[in-house]
């Protein structure tokens, strides 16, 4: 069974910034579609950015775009998901998630991710 693990989130002043990383350990994620999906409290889960498998295209949700880098490190087995500019509205739990193929991945379609993992919080508040 595959786990991701996110690391990285925290408390943030609005304008700040915070990495967030995403690892699989024992697992190796060359081959796989990465995405960055968030929850906040009383919304649905919505799709931020997602990183192909070969790592030359990128996504983004309108909301992030030009504020949000994602990249991956495939040497460290690592997606990274640069945040900066944070808004208050950027508040939420954050989750990596991990398909075999683009489809779903570029489209933001959570349900067909395969792998998960539990998330980490991310507050921006002053």
């Known amino acids: 069974q595959v786990q991701l693990v996110e690391s990285g989130g925290g408390l943030v002043q609005p304008g700040g910034s915070l990495r967030l990383s995403c690892v699989a350990p024992g697992f190796t994620l060359d081959y796989y579609a990465i995405g960055w999906f968030r929850q906040a409290p009383g919304k649905e889960r919505e799709g931020v950015s997602c990183?192909?498998?070969?790592?030359?295209?990128?996504y983004y949700a309108d909301s992030v775009k030009g504020r949000f880098t994602i990249s991956r490190d495939n040497a460290k087995n690592t997606v990274y998901l640069q945040m900066t500019s944070l808004k208050p509205e950027d508040t939420a739990v954050y989750s990596c998630?991990?398909?075999?193929?683009?489809?779903?991945?570029?489209?933001?379609?959570?349900?067909?991710?395969?792998?998960w993992g539990k998330g980490t919080l991310v507050t921006v508040s002053s």
């Open positions: 998630a991990a398909d075999q193929g683009d489809y779903y991945c570029s489209r933001f379609s959570y349900y067909g991710m395969n792998y």
């Open positions: 990183i192909s498998s070969s790592g030359g295209s990128t």
